[in-house]
Structures are given as structure tokens and as C-alpha cells.
């Protein structure tokens, strides 16, 4: 089997999600073959555009396949105070709108699966409204992909006292996320905010990118500074979480990975967020309620931070 990993990205093209296509753009062992816009970091248009001006400063010549513009039972929640209004920190950017694919996202994710069933993987960066759309076309669209990795969920249930990190992808589209995570599969992986809020680029690596000069890390660097405003005031500092790209990285290296856990997941309300959880307290112990079954998912838990972070800066900067 080859090495190389043929990636279709669903993407809601925000500062994180630009970051990624950058990473896979500068790893040998990655091929974008098509992309998906949908809204969330930013409207699906601005998505789509982004997707465009990303894949053309790289010279990629990738189909973009235009995704849905709000989750399926709500109203869409855009954070454009995260990512700035157009998702990449509102630089002025000119950002024609890219070659259509020809066929809505949902269309092209269950067209592309059955050409090339075992071959591809998909990789789920926003919320997962044209996965569960692909999904009513064909319910077993899962088990076409070699593997489905998502950046979403929230783990296990944590130790008591734990801070909740936002799962913003399941909770943009939790009618969604319940469809994706009942749905048949071979191997579904979640990577989730557990993981990906302690994974974070710290000023070293930030000035890093700022100083290499490459195509790929002057745009990361440009378009960090809404982010860095956003989060600053979470840690006091200006550093970022690198949720995304993680998701990237665990997809072409599950050596990263250093421990998980496997089991049902459900989709459940804590206040006014839906979070997806494995079924499972940090104990590992069932928790104290029913919940619905579900097919295995393979729950990320621990990854080793420091070498994804010195790839990802080592990728983005080499020349």
C-alpha cells in the first residue's frame, strides 16, 4: 500500500484551518485531492474563497467542492471574532472565489469514495454538516474511506474540576455530529479539544515562522494576529492552540499518538454546549447515565505535543 495519504478536507477555512492546508501543501507523504467548503469559522462563501486563495499561493490545482451554509436544524453560529469576518484575519486579501468542483460537497464526498474506495482519507476540520449530509446519500460512506480523522469532540469525560475547553465543531452542528458518530465505519478517529488545546505554538515557534520567509510561513504569520488576540486571553500570553493542523498531523503520523481509548460516542448537553464525549469518565468507567450506543470511535487522549509543533514549524518553514 502506498505511503502517501490521498486527503479530501472539509474545511470552515479559518486562521487554523489555512494553517493545515499549508502543513499537508509541504508534506511528501500528503496529497490534496479536493477540498469542501463549509461555514463555521467564517460564512461558507468566505470559506470557499480562502480555500482558493490558499490552494493558488501554493500552485495546487485541487476541484473545491462548495459545502453547506448552516447546520442542519439552527441557525449558523460564525466566530468571526475568533478569525477574524473573512476567517483569515481580515489582511484585505484578494480572494476570488475558486474553480467550482461541479457538485455540492456532500455529492463530491460520496462520488470521490466510491471511485476510489480504501484509497482515500477524509479529514473533517469544521463543523459536520456536509459529512452528515453525504451521509443521507449513502450510509455506509464511511466505510469507502481508508479512514475519517475529525478535529472535534472533547474525550473522555475529565477528572472532576477540569475546564471544558469549546467544542465548537460539534456544537455549531450537534444533529451533525450525532449522525456522523452513529454512522457505520472503518476506522473513525476523533482528535479532539482534549488533545488539541494543550498543543500549542509558543512564541519561539511563533517568531520562528515570522522570520523564515517562505511562501508557507509568511501567510501562517500574517494571519496569526487575530487569533493571537482571541487567545491571549486565555494564558496571558500571545500563543495559539493548534487544533487543526493535529488533526493533519495524527491523520499522516499515528506514531504522534500516545495513548487512546475506544468506544461509543454520544453527542450531550453541559449547559448550552453540545460536546461529543466517549462514553467513558476518566477512570475509565461507564458513566452515570444511559446513553446510546454507537459504534467504536478511536478517541484520542494523549499525543507527544512538542514533536508535532516542531514538525508543523519545520514544514511551514522549510524553503
Not at 175 to 203: C, D, I, K, Y
Request: hydrophobic share 40%.
Amino acid at each position: 500500500m502506498s505511503t502517501t495519504r490521498r486527503i479530501v478536507v472539509d474545511t470552515d477555512t479559518g486562521i487554523d484551518d489555512a494553517h493545515t492546508l499549508l502543513y499537508l501543501a509541504g508534506r511528501a507523504d500528503a496529497e490534496i485531492v479536493a477540498v469542501t467548503s463549509v461555514y463555521g469559522n467564517c460564512e461558507e462563501e468566505d470559506a470557499a474563497r480562502n480555500i482558493g486563495y490558499v490552494t493558488g499561493l501554493l500552485g495546487l490545482d485541487v476541484p473545491v467542492f462548495r459545502g453547506a451554509g448552516k447546520p442542519l436544524e439552527s441557525a449558523p453560529h460564525i466566530a468571526g471574532y475568533v478569525h477574524g469576518l473573512d476567517g483569515l484575519g481580515d489582511r484585505g486579501y484578494h480572494r476570488p472565489q475558486p474553480r467550482d468542483g461541479g457538485e455540492p460537497a456532500a455529492e463530491a464526498l460520496v462520488r470521490l469514495a466510491r471511485e476510489r474506495p480504501g484509497e482515500l482519507d477524509l479529514l473533517a476540520l469544521g463543523p459536520l454538516t456536509n459529512l452528515a449530509l453525504a451521509l443521507r446519500i449513502d450510509p455506509e460512506l464511511f466505510t469507502r474511506y481508508r479512514s475519517v480523522v475529525l478535529m472535534g469532540g472533547s474525550g473522555p469525560y475529565p477528572p472532576p474540576g477540569t475546564h471544558l475547553t469549546v467544542d465548537a465543531n460539534v456544537n455549531n452542528d450537534p444533529a451533525a455530529a450525532r449522525a456522523v458518530f452513529s454512522a457505520p465505519r472503518g476506522e473513525l478517529v476523533m482528535v479532539g479539544v482534549n488533545v488539541t488545546s494543550v498543543t500549542l505554538l509558543q512564541e519561539h515557534a511563533i517568531a520562528a515562522l515570522r522570520a523564515a520567509g517562505t511562501p508557507r510561513a509568511r501567510l501562517a504569520s500574517e494571519i496569526l494576529d487575530s487569533y493571537l488576540d482571541f487567545y491571549q486571553h486565555h494564558w496571558g500570553r500571545r500563543i495559539i492552540p493548534l487544533h487543526d493542523p493535529l488533526a493533519a498531523g495524527v491523520l499522516l503520523d499515528p506514531g504522534l499518538v500516545t495513548a487512546y481509548a475506544v468506544g461509543p460516542v454520544n453527542v450531550v448537553r453541559h449547559g448550552p454546549q453540545a460536546r461529543a464525549h466517549l462514553m467513558r469518565t476518566a477512570d475509565g468507567l461507564p458513566p452515570a447515565f444511559r446513553y446510546e450506543p454507537a459504534p467504536p470511535t478511536k478517541v484520542i487522549t494523549a499525543v507527544d505535543s512538542a514533536r508535532f509543533v516542531a514538525d508543523f514549524v519545520e514544514v511551514l518553514t522549510r524553503p
